[in-house]
């Protein structure tokens, strides 16, 4: 199984987002630190947009910001909306299957039951599960870099260790 660079770029956002709890985050700067592209950005960010995982502001000082708490967004929800358009195999998609074992086939049903347990899994994971205490992630993304009380202490741990 392979994502979509739609899905990656989803999460690059919302985790930028997360990061920069309740601020406004211009999406030129989410792009610039994740390393893509605005114009795939936007897309991206259109499509979290219409499904009520950000809110876009229009003007000079606009930009996006998390629709809900990032402990009630769900990965497993954030990656159904943007894998489920692109079929897992040929054989899922019945307006271009073309293969002959398709109403035989007893590796379809396991493929199904695989994907649904993959998704199972990433519905258990919120997007706080991958932001709260990243000190990486968090140096990273942080659009207004300063001391975070959580990472400070993981860096005089560091030290210690050292």
């Not at 199972?120 to 990273?140: F, P, W």
């Amino acid at each position: 199984m392979r994502l979509t660079t739609r899905t990656n770029l989803a999460s690059r956002i919302l985790m930028a987002c997360a990061v920069n709890d309740r601020a406004i985050v211009r999406t030129a700067d989410i792009a610039e630190k994740c390393n893509a592209s605005i114009n795939h950005l936007q897309q991206v960010v259109n499509m979290l947009q219409s499904n009520g995982f950000v809110e876009t502001l229009r003007g000079r000082s606009g930009g996006l910001r998390l629709a809900r708490p990032m402990e009630e967004i769900s990965i497993g929800q954030v990656f159904r909306v943007f894998e489920t358009s692109a079929a897992f195999a040929e054989c899922f998609d019945p307006e271009t299957n073309t293969c002959p074992l398709s109403d035989i086939c007893r590796l379809r049903n396991y493929i199904t039951r695989a994907v649904e347990a993959f998704y199972h899994e990433l519905d258990m994971v919120t997007l706080a599960d991958l932001v709260k205490g990243n000190c990486g992630l968090s140096a990273l993304l942080d659009m207004a870099p300063q001391t975070r009380p959580d990472c400070r202490n993981a860096r005089e741990d560091a030290d210690a260790d050292l």
